[in-house]
C-alpha cells in the first residue's frame, strides 16, 4: 500500500464545475499536509497548506480529516489554466515528506 | 530573481557515464533537496542538505552522491550511469525544513541508454 494514495485520474470537467480530490495517507502522526501543482513538465509548486480547521483560497478549499485519515481539495468554478496535476503532501518531521503520485485534471472549454 | 536553477536541463548518457547535475539557489536558504520523479510514483527524496559543508541520505539514495560546498549551490553525482536511473530530477530548497513550503528548480530530464 502506497504511504500516500490519490486518485490518478484524470478527471475531465467542464469549465466552471466544482471538482474534488482525495488523498490518503498511512501516517497518524503526520504534522502537516500540503497540496502542490505541477503543470505538464514542470516543476511543483504550493498550492495551498491544508490546516485542521481547514482553509480556504479564493476558488480552493482544502480540508483534513484526521479521523479518517484523508486530505481533500475542491476546486470551484473551474478554469481553463486550473487543468494541472494536483500532489498531496503528508510531511512527518525529520525531512520525511511524501508526495503523492498525483491526480491529473483536465478542464475542457 | 532566479529562485531555483538547475543545469543542465536535459542529458542523455550512455549506462557507465558519469555526471554531475547542479543546483543553484539565491534565496538563502539553508535546507536543500534532490528528488527525482518517475511516471506513477511520487517525488522520493535522493539525499538532502540542512547547510553548508552537511548532507544526509533521503529514501533512495544508491547510486548516488551530493555535496554541498557553498550554501547556494548542491550538486548531485551519478558515478556509473544505470538505465533505472532515468527519470526527472528536481532541486529544492526551504527555509527550514520540508514540512514548510519547497522551492522547485525546473527540472532535469536525464536519460541513460
Known amino acids: 500500500r502506497k504511504e500516500v494514495e490519490q486518485d490518478p485520474g484524470p478527471f475531465n470537467v467542464p469549465e466552471g464545475a466544482t471538482v474534488a480530490f482525495n488523498c490518503t495517507y498511512s501516517?497518524?502522526?503526520?504534522?502537516?499536509f500540503f497540496w502542490y501543482r505541477q503543470d505538464c513538465r514542470k516543476e511543483p509548486k504550493l498550492l495551498m497548506s491544508?490546516?485542521?480547521s481547514g482553509n480556504e483560497d479564493g476558488r480552493f478549499t482544502a480540508q483534513l480529516n484526521r479521523a479518517s485519515q484523508y486530505i481533500s481539495l475542491l476546486i470551484r468554478d473551474s478554469k481553463l489554466s486550473d487543468s494541472a496535476t494536483y500532489l498531496c503532501v503528508e510531511g512527518r518531521g525529520g525531512f520525511k515528506t511524501i508526495f503523492g503520485a498525483g491526480t491529473r485534471l483536465f478542464v475542457k472549454a | 530573481n532566479a529562485g531555483v536553477t538547475q543545469t543542465p536541463k536535459f542529458r542523455v548518457l550512455k549506462t557507465g557515464q558519469s555526471m554531475t547535475l547542479l543546483c543553484a539557489q539565491d534565496?538563502?536558504?539553508?535546507?536543500m533537496y534532490w528528488y527525482r520523479q518517475d511516471p506513477g510514483m511520487g517525488l522520493r527524496l535522493i539525499h538532502y542538505s540542512v547547510g553548508e559543508g552537511t548532507t544526509a541520505k533521503g529514501e533512495v539514495p544508491d547510486g548516488y552522491n551530493v555535496s554541498r560546498l557553498k550554501k547556494q549551490n548542491f550538486l548531485l553525482g551519478l558515478e556509473s550511469a544505470a538505465p533505472s536511473q532515468t527519470s526527472v530530477y528536481f532541486c529544492?530548497?526551504?527555509?527550514?525544513?520540508?514540512?514548510?513550503?519547497?522551492?522547485f528548480g525546473q527540472g532535469t530530464r536525464l536519460t541513460v541508454v
Open positions: 529544492a530548497s526551504s527555509w527550514d525544513s520540508v514540512n514548510t513550503e519547497a522551492f
Open positions: 501516517n497518524s502522526a503526520s504534522q502537516s
Open positions: 534565496m538563502n536558504h539553508e535546507y
Open positions: 491544508v490546516y485542521s
